[in-house]
């Protein structure tokens, strides 16, 4: 069992790979090598063979950590951060947890207790995904490796799926797989006795000042600067992301500095003016003096690649774009780099989306709503959509009747209410079975009683956080993309101290009018140039995929069959055809329309992959692995 779960993810630890076997808890580990080639094999046990990690990710702070332990009497074997967790855990048990900087996933056996103990970092970096039966407890880095223990079937969650098609990925801990969870970022949960006990040690929030601290700047230099001066290390050379924005060119800039080597930095891009930014990409690494590399990926490209790129995502997806985080990773891995820094984050924190803009312009212009002066906000966040009168006065129109400034999710009804599209095509049996659920509902009542007392841009921020960065662009852009070519990205925005100095500053200091981001454009003056830190947002244009004529994949046609549409039954044959016929035309490749046809598609593939045909894969062997643990040899390999 635990060599076929290995197997299943060995694209996640290409290196090496090991096994713990117990009587009643058996790990296995698949091995990313970064830090301590030679000791950091895992699983790994402490001297005494009682307690037992599993652990994906890295410790950031490791080796402040290691020093704390090595003054309270703790002898270390190796360089390795995961022997910091097991020490840490020895001393300090789960509250080890808010030590740590880090981005981590990782299980721990205590023997003495009989306590298994699993965790995952405060934003969700890291996945970590489980199932439990009356007998039995299953958890994995990829949902995959659950299918593959052989323990637990694949079947369809019409929540989980109808909240992919809602928020854009399903809300943890709910996944589409029925019977699986994710465990929620900032969760520990302790497993005793066939029991689950969750506990949160990290809550997202947001205590607004009314001013900004004198030394703000400052302030913000020095975690920045220690934020990527921790990520830099490892025993292998890190690359970075650099898509030519200021959120990546911050990063990139930052890397450059701390890399004892020339950085590598690498891009993806597409043949669409409106969002190429190579020109901008290639002055930047000249700038800082990085080897530069781009991949480029097309329609077509992006068509064929959608199913490889969904076993690896294991949802359904609304947009493509994982697809170019995918061959980004791929063009990285092949440059001989697996580790990366990436900008992922800032937007979150700095409010630097044209959501956060666009909700405090709709409040503004709902509290007079003749004003024609108020009005042409909007436009200017959307100057895209003026050229066409008829469009443009469609979407003002759409923007201010989006729900009322007193719904706790007013930030985030545009993009809600712009889900039917996909969800207009559901079967009538797949609507049928959904009446009694009311999503969004049910995401109201949840909210936390802070919420309610931050401000309209704190509470859209949270949203934003919990509803689309951590489970969607985390996972399917970050995780599941990466790793899929054994990549481990990391987050300088996203250290917990970073969060933590961002959500207390006045919600001016981050966007103050339409200007986004303004602090981080203020503290940007150190180490970009103006054209950089100035640069604007380029408008985001989904290039339809060449799902249809010349050259397009055979898949597509085979899971768009009367058979294959009912066989899953999500989705209504007659809608969809008619969908199809438009798209065929040429009539609709419009953002929403493309936006249906993908979730379609990539529900199709999804579940012929997972609940129709999962391929249980080889075992790993016991005679290839680094390592293997069991209770009468805890130290064998």
């Known amino acids: 069992m635990l060599g076929r779960m290995a197997a299943s993810i060995r694209h996640r630890g290409p290196d090496a790979y090991g096994f713990y076997m117990g009587q009643r808890v058996g790990f296995a580990h698949v091995r990313l090598s970064v830090v301590d080639h030679a000791g950091g094999a895992q699983p790994m046990a402490n001297e005494g063979g009682q307690i037992v990690i599993t652990y994906n990710g890295e410790i950031f702070n490791h080796p402040e950590l290691r020093r704390e332990l090595e003054e309270k009497g703790h002898v270390f074997r190796t360089r390795s951060d995961t022997e910091v967790l097991v020490h840490g855990y020895e001393e300090w048990g789960v509250s080890l947890l808010k030590r740590l900087n880090g981005e981590f996933a990782f299980a721990i056996y205590d023997r003495a207790t009989e306590t298994v103990f699993v965790a995952r970092d405060r934003f969700g970096v890291r996945p970590l995904f489980y199932a439990q039966s009356r007998d039995t407890f299953c958890f994995g880095s990829e949902i995959k490796a659950i299918l593959a223990s052989g323990e637990v079937d694949a079947s369809l969650d019409r929540r989980g799926l109808d909240e992919i098609f809602t928020f854009t990925a399903a809300l943890p801990p709910r996944t589409p797989f029925a019977g699986i969870a994710s465990l929620e970022p900032g969760t520990y949960g302790l497993l005793k006795d066939g029991a689950l006990w969750l506990h949160r040690y990290y809550e997202l929030d947001y205590p607004e000042a009314e001013a900004e601290p004198l030394d703000v700047i400052e302030q913000l230099d020095e975690i920045m600067l220690r934020s990527v001066g921790m990520r830099m290390r490892a025993d292998v ?37 409106a969002s190429d930014l190579r020109v901008c990409q290639r002055e930047l690494a000249a700038e800082i003096g990085s080897m530069h590399v781009t991949a480029a990926i097309g329609p077509a490209t992006i068509a064929r690649s959608l199913p490889e790129v969904l076993w690896h995502t294991e949802m359904p997806l609304l947009r493509t774009s994982a697809v170019q985080m995918y061959h980004l990773a791929k063009l990285t891995r092949a440059s001989g780099i697996k580790v990366v820094v990436a900008g992922d984050g800032a937007d979150e924190l700095f409010l630097g989306h044209d959501l956060f803009k666009e909700a405090s312009v709709r409040r503004f212009c709902l509290r007079n709503t003749d004003s024609p002066g108020r009005q042409r906000l909007l436009d200017r966040l959307n100057p895209h959509l003026v050229a066409d009168g008829d469009s443009g ?39 049928t079975g959904l009446d009694e659920i009311d999503v969004l509902g049910e995401f109201r009542g949840s909210l936390p009683i802070r919420y309610f007392g931050w401000s309209p841009l704190n509470q859209a921020a949270y949203l934003e956080m919990t509803t689309f960065f951590s489970p969607y662009v985390l ?54 140039g103006p054209g950089v830190r100035h640069r604007r947002r380029k408008s985001y244009t989904l290039d339809a995929p060449r799902f249809f004529g010349p050259g397009a994949p055979q898949w597509v046609a085979d899971h768009l069959t009367p058979d294959a549409l009912n066989r899953v039954g999500v989705f209504s044959e007659s809608a969809v055809n008619g969908l199809v016929r438009r798209y065929r035309a040429g009539a609709d490749t419009a953002f929403l329309d493309t936006q249906a046809l993908v979730g379609v598609l990539s529900t199709q593939v999804w579940h012929h992959q997972f609940i129709e045909s999962f391929a249980t894969p080889t075992p790993l062997s016991l005679a290839g692995a680094s390592v293997v643990l069991t209770e009468t040899a805890p130290v064998l390999t």
């Open 393 to 431: 006065e469609s979407w003002r129109h759409f923007l201010l009747g989006a729900g009322a400034p007193r719904d706790p999710l007013f930030s985030h009804l545009p993009r809600i209410l712009l889900a039917p599209r996909v969800r207009e095509l559901y079967a009538q049996e797949f609507k």
């Open 237 to 273: 050379s890190v690359g970075a992301y650099m898509s030519g924005g200021l959120d990546s060119s911050i990063t990139a800039s930052l890397a450059a500095s701390a890399s004892p080597d020339t950085l590598r930095t690498f891009s993806a891009s597409d043949d669409d003016p």
């Open 475 to 528: 996972s399917s852009h970050g995780d599941r993309t990466a790793m899929a070519h054994g990549v481990e990205a990391r987050f300088p925005f996203l250290d917990h101290h970073l969060f933590d100095f961002a959500a207390a500053l006045p919600t001016g200091s981050r966007l103050r009018g339409l200007r986004d981001k303004e602090i981080l454009r203020r503290w940007a003056s150190r180490i970009l």
